[in-house]
Nanobody
């Protein structure tokens, strides 16, 4: 079993910053692509950013230049630094990971339970 636990969400004023963390644990051999998604009220879940095992990153156009995804492999953790936050960034943010599970072959995909980010004055 593999668990992903997000933290770092909360209430922040427009223009402020937050740093989200997602720690993976369990029967992990290695982590492949890690990603952050978000889902705003009454909207579909959308991809925010991804980072490959080699560190290559990709961002949604709406967050480019404001958000930075990074990973710390030794801690099995992925981060999302969010700057210049806007009210439209308000959403539940979910961690997603492609995991090579110990004693298995292939890659399995896992989701965290999410952390709420509210941007409001």
């Amino acid at each position: 079993q593999v668990q992903l636990v997000e933290s770092g969400g909360g209430l922040v004023q427009p223009g402020g910053s937050l740093r989200l963390s997602c720690a993976a644990s369990g029967s992990i051999f290695s982590l492949d692509v890690l990603a952050w998604y978000r889902q705003a009220p009454e909207k579909e879940r959308e991809l925010v950013a991804t980072i490959s095992s080699s560190g290559r990153t990709n961002y949604a156009d709406s967050v480019k230049g404001r958000f930075t995804i990074s990973r710390e492999n030794a801690k099995k953790t992925v981060y999302l630094q969010m700057n210049s936050l806007k009210p439209e960034d308000t959403a539940v943010y979910y961690c997603n990971a492609d995991v090579v599970v110990r004693f298995t072959s292939g890659v399995r995909n896992y989701w965290g339970k999410g952390t709420l980010v509210t941007v409001s004055s």
